[in-house]
């Protein structure tokens, strides 16, 4: 398990926890990143520039949004551009991975997971965990209870922010703070039990080497490489860069690696195809928001949408 991995793959389920890093970090920390200014939140100008990538999903008569994330952004990204804006102009709904306004699902979070036993970790790795900490500025006693995978997943983020990019400005806190501001319902199309026990291994031999392989990631210097990469490919649209994941994120070698990249990417994506399916057909105006490494591959949400009868349009960047 390398840097992106973790980070596209674990983000979500534990961004609400992200959320405080803030406030668990030690006095002596960087200055936290600088927050754009509220009026451009509260009416984002026209000329605001296009992000990330957005799809329009069309059945029976009908269309919802669709729009990957990084879980991961820059102050200016909390801005949505042209046409994320006219995207929830058009939404009465915002449905994420989970439903992050829903205080059940922060409960539900902090609790054990059914199937997947609290790892101690041996001396040396959990050593290794705390040197990482210390070097990446993070307090990680609030996260004690989490298991160590989603811990790793709090340095992941967190190392993150040598690169200018934090949890709190992404995507998914610049669509709820429109949802707030716009009056749209919020909706989840996972449950956290679900999503936990798709990230987490099953086996404590698995879920030791996924802990093993991301501390060996986050010492490696390559590692702010990787995240300028994802940043800048998520920045510009550039959705053939994030297809080519397996290629460049030096992550996918093993049998071990390939099934644990399904378990975690693939292999949910009929289950969020089902959920977007059963809310629009509810009537309701959706605008989706989920990781983008859901969008790529064989078996990606995108296509699993279309066997469900969507038809299925990238409207930003626009195909050339």
């Not at 404590?204 to 702010?224: D, H, I, K, N």
């Not at 550039?238 to 693939?266: G, M």
Request: glycine share 6%.
């Amino acid at each position: 398990m390398k840097l992106i991995r973790p980070c596209l793959r674990r983000c979500g389920a534990v961004f609400l926890f992200l959320l405080m890093a803030a406030s668990a970090q030690a006095q002596d920390c960087p200055p936290a990143l600088p927050a754009p200014n509220p009026a451009l939140l509260a009416q984002p100008p026209a000329s605001a520039p296009d992000r990330g990538l957005l799809w329009q999903l069309e059945k029976d008569g009908r269309s919802a949004w669709l729009y990957a994330s990084i879980h991961l952004g820059r102050p200016e990204w909390l801005i949505p551009g042209r046409r994320l804006q006219a995207a929830l102009a058009a939404s009465d709904t915002l449905a994420l991975e989970l439903n992050l306004g829903d205080p059940q699902v922060m409960q539900t979070m902090a609790a054990p997971v059914p199937g997947r036993p609290m790892l101690a970790l041996p001396a040396e790795l959990q050593s290794r965990m705390q040197a990482l900490a210390q070097r990446y500025c993070l307090d990680l006693s609030p996260y004690a209870r989490l298991h160590p995978v989603l811990q790793l997943g709090q340095l992941v983020v967190q190392s993150a922010r040598d690169e200018g990019l934090g949890a709190e400005f992404g995507q998914e806190m610049g669509l709820m703070i429109q949802a707030q501001l716009r009056g749209l319902r919020m909706a989840g199309l996972e449950t956290p039990t679900l999503q936990l026990q798709a990230l987490i291994p099953a086996s404590r031999q698995e879920a030791l080497e996924e802990v093993r392989e991301g501390l060996r990631q986050l010492e490696s210097p390559e590692v702010r490489r990787q995240t300028r990469l994802l940043a800048e490919a998520w920045d510009q649209g550039d959705l053939a860069t994030l297809e080519a994941y397996p290629q460049w994120c030096d992550c996918v070698h093993t049998p071990a690696d390939r099934a644990s990249l399904k378990r975690t990417i693939a292999d949910r994506n009929p289950g969020m195809a089902e959920g977007i399916d059963r809310l629009h057909a509810k009537g309701q105006r959706l605008l989706v928001a989920v990781g983008a490494l859901h969008m790529t591959g064989e078996d990606s949400l995108l296509v699993a949408l279309r066997a469900r009868g969507f038809r299925v349009t990238q409207r930003w960047p626009e195909p050339r």
